[in-house]
């Protein structure tokens, strides 16, 4: 998802909350035909707003305090879709045909494995070495932060499909970069050169 | 073109452009397809972040599988196979595959019986079952499996090792190879509804603004066109295809459905929400388990599993009228009916207990009173049942829509949130809604202005699940402001066949309820207009069908476009068979548990499934093995002597006293063919086994081209799927459950959708021969209509032993006063009438019999309103049967003396001679479960036989009887079963009331009655003589059952009088009968004629045994209580 998408999506959840007191078909419907792009999304704030209306108040809230639930919605939906603030980075590998990825694997020394693991941010961020991302952003012609951006932002769900209930999507496991390494399949020597710079 | 066949046929052409002419492995394929299509295969070890927990994950913008490093090539030749599959076939979806979507062996459709029918059949997992079928189809085409199987004589595990191949994966589809006919389906035989654009009818219906729609579509019309005109327009208006939620009432339609769109919307139509009732209801429940305390996977109970969690409890609910000893899933089967009635209603185990309470109060008379009884003792099994089905966490089909209302009804929260998910509801089918679905709708679809439902009043047929076009009525009610439309054009039928329709539809009482039947014939006048034939009788009847199919075939029709239509199974069987024996080959597989070849599959698990294995006597006459019925005797003698299981026997038949060389021989080649399976095995594995392993069996059935020899294949197919599906529930061994469920399915009427033929074997050159029900959606170029006559259709009305109690169905009927139940009745066979009707293209022929045995038939009343424009052939031509088959040969057994039989033997025999043979001479053991209840029966037998002993002059007490029942208990009673108390209370009951039934008597004379006749000595056993208080002599014959409408002519009190008389003399004596469980007594009062009529048919009895006449006397109620059900009428041959 790119940062602009990202950056409608919040602007489309805004005006959802604008618009709606509570949500009901009719805004949703309006909101889905301004920002077509984001039907999924919408359609899962509404639904968790309406739940968390349904839900009995708490104690120390008045069960009109609208502010709590549209939190609440937006809180689950964030657990879903990514990082706080509903912006998560552009994906930096986005529109590159496998011809070019696998260039690039070449290029910098990984295999398909590690490649895909840090498209997919399957890497904790923090392992990853500084050079490695020095270079993807220099051959992905992207800022160093895009990059880091990237990497940063918590795992993809395992799939952008629409899962029944009984396969709710969840964040999927990370590993560190020297795992990933011992996982791959490199030869020895270009292994063993990445787990130094690790 | 159905998807699967699309994944068979792009999977073969995948596999020859790899293979190349060469034969490789099935990893070497793999690599070729991948490689040929750039990606990359990419291992990844367990455990690894990118798979996580999945199996594989197709990555396209990286053209590279990344996939579980499994430990067999084979397991990962399967794993790539199925990712290709995707790559194949879903460009518009990303693949992450988990575990329980991998599995190439998995078949095609779920087994149409049980709680699979209700799974998921959402678009991601027919893509994942797809994806299945493609990757078997690329490892292992169907035309090379068959000819290295056929051909090349390879068995399975053969096939699987050269390949390098998972073993199951070869075993499923040489299933599907060898088993069902090879090709297209060629769709489910309905009229697309017109070709090319919509008509103005359906264009206006799919472009509906402004409120609910209900569409009333006519046969004929295109109604699927229109509904998916209907998504397509919304989608193209802008709708959020995820916002459409299509229900259906079956996943065949679910699925016509979501192909008709994806060839439309390729990319939408996975977004859309498409599927049954159930499977949406299943859906909320796993969305919402927590608020309902249910599991997110929560299990779902069928019939059948239902019937086993309540058996064993039924004793401790104090039942009285639903008491049955002999075999209590048969009340289950009424209770479980009345109960899931009552979920169609809403009505839960409390409501239901309140209006049986109320009838109890509002009792007039006798029957009034012990129908409220009846409905208490259903509420007291209901509630029972629902705190089972929650202790367990589950739900059964009813609480699939019962509780989504509930949860709907009572959180606006959640009713809200799946309003907005689902903003666009569209309905198919809508006549069969039955009160609870209808009101989910309202939950789902709220003032319905977004709500589109077609359906066709005078096509529902579906009563008995408590559907009603009164739903259809009350639509306008349900959803105020709602519009109504109907479709204009009839595509199927010729002009004088939609006339005769229109004609009937105008007189059905349906017709008050919806709009005028109006229909335009697409194909103008092309046809002859139908025609009514009359025979002299059902026979004279099967002739002129017989003969009209075979005109009609020579004119250019060929079988599989014609069909006959029945009511009942009953006249479906006996068609069948009239067709068969004037050489029509048939599409029919009737009763699947009763056909000769899962016979023999049944009677194969059986040796698995008891130490006694009395499937031996079918398995053992196959022409394989050959083994003498003497030797077959010897072996299961030897196996109840406890030792060694028959099973085990098969290792070292040489050993077993007094077998033939030949018989050792037969059974020797029987055990090999066995090799390598023992008791833990499941039904799948011993039968996957047995039939592509070792054994010849399917040979000479593949071999041949005849339609039987076809239909044979189908039904083994049919038998395989539906053994894989039955989940591992229950207790014994794998086999034992799965016999277990099979009689459960016979007993309670469930194995009915296992007839379904399955859909590419539509297509043999055959007759389909169908249930009404059955040929709904279906349509053929000739339709016969036979039994058009008084009781044949309409049918007679049955009212249900356990019906709704009153006030529980508040349906309006037009304001007519009357039976609700009889209504019902009344209007469903006028619209089973319609569905036939319009179910012929061309041709139809309506048939009767004018008389049935001796009795005369009147004309169905339906004929006269089909106007007076119907044809009357009298006397058609016809077409005599071939020659009569040959009576089955005779079993001699060598006399021991003198035939001595008791009177209950007898009766037996009167019975069923074969199972007279089976259980008195062969003595097998049965195969029926030893529940509970037959133990507690047992242990009171035991009792009761002591009865005949007791000295003269003793009382019959109380206190005696409870002795002698604690003294039996250890040996035959439940000891250890977790209700035993309960078990034993009933067994004391029941003797209580044996001694209350005797009070004042005394034991008489205990000498044995006996009676000589011609052939032979009849030992009668009247179970009591006794002396009054006077001294009068009175005979009591004791059952343990209740007297109902019994009428005291059994066969053999007429022998026990015959013989009183010549001990006592007529009137020297007393004779009753007494069913213990409702203290009833009977006198016997036998006419002289009746008396004489009973002793003549022993004496033919008799001297039929002496002259080894045994023929099986099949019957539909007595059959699957028969504990020789599996095994029937099999024999080896030879004499004894």
């Known amino acids: ?198 | 073109m159905d998807a699967f066949e699309v994944a068979r046929i792009r999977a073969r052409a995948w596999h020859e452009e790899a293979a190349a002419g060469d034969d490789p492995g099935a990893w070497e394929l793999v690599e070729r397809v991948a490689r040929a299509r750039g990606y990359e295969l990419v291992p990844l070890a367990a455990g690894d972040a990118l798979l996580d927990s999945a199996e594989a994950m197709l990555d396209r913008q990286l053209e590279a599988i990344f996939y579980r490093a499994a430990e067999s090539t084979a397991e990962r030749a399967a794993l790539i196979a199925h990712e290709l599959g995707h790559l194949a076939l879903h460009e518009h979806q990303p693949a992450i595959c988990r575990d329980d979507d991998v599995d190439a062996s998995t078949p095609d459709e779920p087994s149409p019986a049980g709680a699979s029918r209700v799974e998921a059949y959402g678009v991601r997992e027919r893509q994942e079952l797809q994806a299945n079928v493609f990757a078997r189809e690329l490892l292992l085409p169907r035309p090379l499996a068959r000819a290295l199987f056929l051909d090349r004589g390879l068995t399975a595990s053969a096939i699987a090792g050269r390949r390098q191949l998972p073993l199951d994966v070869v075993r499923q589809q040489l299933c599907d190879a060898l088993l069902i006919p090879a090709g297209d389906d060629g769709g489910d035989g309905e009229t697309a509804g017109g070709g090319g654009d919509l008509d103005p009818s359906q264009e206006a219906a799919a472009r509906h603004r402004g409120g609910a729609l209900l569409l009333e579509a006519g046969p004929g019309t295109g109604k699927t066109r229109a509904l998916v005109g209907r998504v397509v327009h919304l989608v193209e208006s802008g709708a959020d295809p995820a916002s459409i939620l299509a229900l259906t009432f079956s996943n065949k339609a679910a699925a016509e459905i979501t192909e008709r769109v994806a060839e439309v919307l390729p990319a939408a139509a996975p977004l859309i929400w498409t599927g049954t009732f159930h499977a949406f209801g299943l859906e909320l429940l796993r969305q919402h388990h927590q608020r309902l305390e249910l599991e997110a996977d929560v299990p779902v109970v069928d019939r059948s599993d239902a019937i086993e969690l309540l058996e064993e409890l039924l004793p401790t609910l104090g039942l009285i009228h639903h008491q049955n000893l002999y075999e209590p899933a048969i009340e289950l089967r009424e209770i479980l009916a009345a109960i899931s009635r009552a979920k169609d209603e809403l009505v839960g185990e409390e409501a239901y207990a309140a209006l049986a309470r109320a009838m109890l109060d509002a009792a007039g008379d006798d029957a009034e009173r012990v129908a409220a009884e009846r409905a208490l003792e259903v509420a007291a099994v209901y509630r029972v049942y629902q705190h089972a089905l929650r202790a367990k966490r589950a739900v059964d089909f009813g609480d699939l829509i019962m509780l989504p209302v509930q949860l709907l009804e009572s959180e606006p929260g959640v009713r809200r949130a799946v309003r907005l998910r689902h903003r666009h509801v569209l309905v198919d089918e809508y006549q069969d809604v039955n009160r609870a679905s209808a009101r989910l709708l309202q939950a789902v679809a709220g003032d319905g202005s977004r709500l589109w439902v077609v359906g066709d009043a005078r096509q529902s047929i579906y009563r008995f699940r408590g559907a009603s076009a009164a739903n259809l009525a009350r639509f306008g009610d349900d959803f105020p402001g709602a519009t109504a439309r109907a479709l204009a054009r009839n595509y199927r039928s010729t002009a004088a066949i939609v006339a005769a329709c229109s004609r009937f539809a105008r007189t059905m009482r349906v017709s008050r309820r919806c709009l005028d039947l109006d229909l335009e014939a697409a194909r103008g006048d092309v046809g002859p207009p139908p025609d009514l034939r009359v025979a002299a009788d059902p026979e004279g009847e099967a002739a002129a069908i017989a003969a009209r199919v075979r005109q009609l075939e020579a004119a250019g029709v060929p079988l599989y476009r014609q069909a006959v239509l029945c009511r009942s199974n009953a006249t479906l069987n006996a068609l069948a068979e009239a067709c068969e024996a004037r050489g029509i080959p048939v599409l029919h597989l009737g009763s699947l548990f009763e056909r000769d070849e899962v016979r023999d599959m049944l009677s194969l698990l059986t040796l698995f499934a008891d130490a006694w294995g009395s499937g031996l006597v079918r398995v053992a006459a196959l022409p394989a093995y050959a083994v003498p019925l003497a030797d077959v005797r010897a072996v299961l003698a030897k196996a109840r002597q406890g030792e060694s299981t028959v099973l085990e026997l098969l290792a070292r038949p040489q050993e077993i006293e007094g077998v033939s060389p030949a018989g050792a021989a037969g059974l020797a080649r029987l055990g090999r063919d066995l090799r390598g399976l023992d008791r833990a095995a499941t039904p799948w594995q011993i039968l996957a086994t047995y039939l592509f392993e070792g054994s010849s069996y399917l040979a000479g059935i593949l071999r041949s081209d005849a339609v039987a020899d076809r239909m044979r294949a189908v039904a083994l197919y049919q038998f395989l799927s539906f053994a894989r599906s039955v989940r591992p529930v229950g207790s014994g061994f794998p086999a034992t459950r799965l016999l277990d469920r099979v009689r459960r399915l016979v007993l309670l009427g469930e194995e009915r959708d296992l007839r379904q033929i399955p859909a590419p074997a539509r297509h043999l050159e055959a007759l389909p021969l169908m249930t009404i029900h059955a040929s709904k959606g279906l349509e053929f170029d000739a339709v016969h209509l036979p039994s058009l006559m008084s009781r044949g259709l309409p049918s007679t009305f049955q009212r249900p032993r356990d019906p709704p109690p009153a006030g529980m169905i508040t349906r309006p009927v037009d304001g007519e006063e009357g039976d609700p139940l009889r209504a019902d009745h009344d209007e469903e066979e006028e619209c089973l009438f319609f569905v036939a009707l319009s179910r012929a293209r061309t041709h139809l022929h309506l048939y009767r019999p004018e008389r049935v045995g001796k009795t005369r038939r009147k004309p169905s009343i339906f004929l006269p309103r089909l106007g007076d424009e119907l044809l009357v052939v009298e006397r058609p031509p016809a077409l005599p049967r071939s020659a009569p088959p040959p009576p089955p040969p005779a079993v001699r057994v060598a006399p021991a003396g003198p035939i001595e039989l008791s009177g209950w033997e007898l009766e037996q025999y009167d019975r069923c001679p074969r199972r007279f043979l089976y259980g008195r001479v062969l003595e097998l053991a049965g195969t029926r479960r030893d529940s509970a209840y037959y133990r507690t029966q047992r242990a009171l037998y035991a009792v009761l036989d002591q009865l005949a002993s007791l000295p003269a002059g003793r009382a019959i007490e109380g206190a005696w009887l409870r002795r002698r029942l604690a003294e039996a208990w250890p040996e035959h009673g439940p000891v250890d079963h977790a209700f035993e108390a309960e078990y034993r209370r009933l067994a004391e009951d029941v003797l209580d009331n044996l001694a209350a039934t005797h009070a004042g008597l005394k034991a008489a004379d205990s000498r044995p009655l006996r009676l000589d006749l011609d052939a032979g000595r009849v030992l009668l056993d009247p179970g009591l003589i006794a002396a009054g208080a006077g001294g009068d002599v009175v005979l009591r014959v004791l059952k343990t059952g209740r007297k109902g409408s019994y009428k005291a002519d059994d066969l053999s009190l007429g022998l026990v009088q015959e013989a009183a008389d010549a001990r006592w003399g007529a009137g020297g004596y007393r004779l009753e009968v007494v069913h213990l469980l409702d203290r009833g007594l009977t006198p016997v009062a036998m006419s002289g004629r009746m008396r004489a009529g009973r002793l003549d048919k022993s004496r033919r009895h008799l001297r039929a045994i002496a002259r080894g006449r045994f023929p099986a006397q099949p019957d539909p109620f007595r059959c699957p209580r028969c504990p020789y059900f599996f095994v029937c009428p099999a024999l080896p041959a030879g004499d004894l």
């Open chain 1, 1 to 198: 998802m790119s940062d602009e998408r990202r950056s409608s999506l919040h602007a489309a959840l805004e005006d959802f909350v604008a618009a709606a007191g509570s949500p009901d078909a009719a805004t949703l419907e309006r909101m889905i035909s301004h920002h077509p792009q984001h039907a999924a999304e919408l359609t899962d704030f509404a639904v968790e707003w309406a739940l968390q209306e349904g839900l009995p108040a708490s104690a120390d809230a008045g069960p009109a305090d609208d502010e709590r639930l549209i939190a609440a919605a937006l809180e689950r939906l964030r657990a879903r879709l990514g990082p706080a603030g509903g912006r998560p980075p552009a994906d930096p590998f986005a529109r590159r045909s496998a011809t070019e990825l696998r260039a690039l694997a070449h290029r910098l020394d990984l295999d398909l494995s590690l490649l895909a693991k840090l498209r997919h941010r399957r890497i904790v961020a923090d392992s990853v070495p500084r050079g490695l991302i020095r270079a993807l952003a220099a051959a992905l012609e992207v800022p160093l932060a895009a990059i880091e951006a990237h990497l940063a932002a918590p795992p993809a769900i395992a799939s952008d499909a629409r899962f029944k209930a009984a396969q709710k999507p969840r964040a999927e496991r990370q590993e560190t970069f020297a795992e990933a390494v011992r996982r791959s399949r490199l030869d020895p020597g270009t292994r063993e050169r990445w787990l130094a710079s690790c």
